[in-house]
């Protein structure tokens, strides 16, 4: 991966915002640019060929992206986190999926979808929500319940046995849903198959399937990385929501006054804080995925305790992101009402990534539970 190739596609990145909103999908040679810069393999395992980097540079590079714009960082994300099923396969399917070095991946997590076992593999049908991204993607994959006997099958603790079902993308049928107030650019629309056959090599079980891999990437939570990777595009939003107004307040000078935005008292004290609480998530954020990557590396497994903290952080940091761009938004005033605002942009996206499941509030309710020393279902840390 080249510096410069990479300084350019993030600066042309930032210059497209409009553009891709209007879009409602992240355009195809954005795409591949990426692709070709290898950022779709950041957590496929290097003996695929891909790039298994530690999860605090992916991170951040998920969140430069989304300073440069939340559509496409959070692409990247799904693309990233999506792949990491691959260190979960055995080494000729994965090889088969994600041996492509310009490969795209996506998919959805919730069981939205029902896989009959049958010839050695399953046969799916479902319908997935929030597919973001698939109109890029070479191969897709779809949370589904195991139906055996007409009834769903259960694990050992009651919980319906599930497992993400991974197809060729020309499988499915992409349905134009996605029309929203945030993340527009993001092409999150449904997608569906109708009674596919998938091969049981290429069904993974985010709850009981072991690592096939021996990096310490793959000693970290499944669902604790994807809640890591909203986080960090929150972020890199809430960074550039700052870094929009901060641009508005030089030149902005509200109604009845000589002086600008910048030189007033209360903009410069709720600029203060925001850039506090940002920059303490961010801290917290780090924090976190720092202490479970020391613990991953020395081959332990990472502690109920390690794995809420890094659930807690996430949650925080979104959450926290979000707040940051309404008080922006706020102080941007009329100005943030028209489309062409940065901020109002910025206030939009922030809003919506609060909506998904890992960061939303009962995420609290789970890790507080752990804080509380009380007995706690570790599955979805």
């Known amino acids: 991966m080249h510096k410069r190739d990479l300084d350019e596609l993030v600066e042309s990145v930032a210059l497209r915002g409009e553009e891709i909103e209007g879009a409602r999908r992240l355009p195809e040679d954005i795409a591949q640019d990426m692709a070709k810069l290898g950022l779709f393999r950041m957590m496929i395992p290097k003996a695929l060929d891909g790039l298994e980097w530690e999860p605090s540079r992916s991170l951040g590079m998920m969140r430069r992206f989304a300073e440069a714009d939340a559509a496409t960082g959070w692409c990247l994300m799904i693309g990233a986190t999506s792949a990491y099923k691959s260190g979960f396969l055995d080494h000729e399917t994965g090889r088969e999926i994600y041996g492509d070095p310009l490969g795209i991946y996506g998919g959805v997590f919730a069981p939205m979808g029902k896989a009959v076992p049958k010839g050695g593999g399953y046969r799916l049908r479902g ?42 993308a020309s499988r499915a049928k992409l349905l134009d849903t996605w029309y929203v107030h945030g993340l527009s650019g993001t092409g999150s629309g449904d997608f569906e198959v109708h009674d596919i056959q998938v091969p049981a090599s290429h069904a993974v079980s985010l709850m009981s399937s072991k690592a096939t891999h021996d990096g310490a990437l793959y000693r970290f939570p499944t669902f604790g990385l994807l809640a890591l990777g909203i986080a960090a595009v929150a972020l890199g939003n809430g960074r550039a929501a700052i870094r929009d107004l901060v641009a508005l307040a030089a030149s902005k000078k509200p109604t009845g006054g000589g002086r600008t935005l910048a030189e007033r008292g209360y903009a410069q004290a709720e600029l203060a804080q925001a850039t506090a609480k940002l920059r303490g998530a961010e801290a917290f954020f780090e924090d976190a995925v720092g202490a479970a990557w020391t613990m991953a590396k020395a081959g332990d497994p990472l502690s109920v305790e390690v794995r809420a903290d890094l659930r807690l952080a996430a949650t925080h940091a979104t959450r926290t992101a979000a707040e940051v761009a309404r008080a922006m938004n706020d102080l941007a005033g009329g100005d943030s009402v028209y489309l062409k605002s940065p901020v109002q942009r910025r206030f939009r996206d922030a809003h919506v990534m609060t909506q998904h499941m890992m960061v939303n509030p009962a995420s609290w ?11 706690t279902d570790a599955t979805f840390l």
């Open 365 to 375: 309710e789970l890790t507080g539970r752990v804080g509380f020393g009380l007995p």
């Open 127 to 168: 319908r997935w929500a929030w597919g973001s991204g698939s109109i890029n993607c070479t191969w897709l994959s779809g949370g589904a319940v195991i139906i055996e006997d007409g009834e769903v099958r259960k694990l050992p603790n009651g919980a319906p046995d599930s497992r993400m079902m991974i197809f060729p």
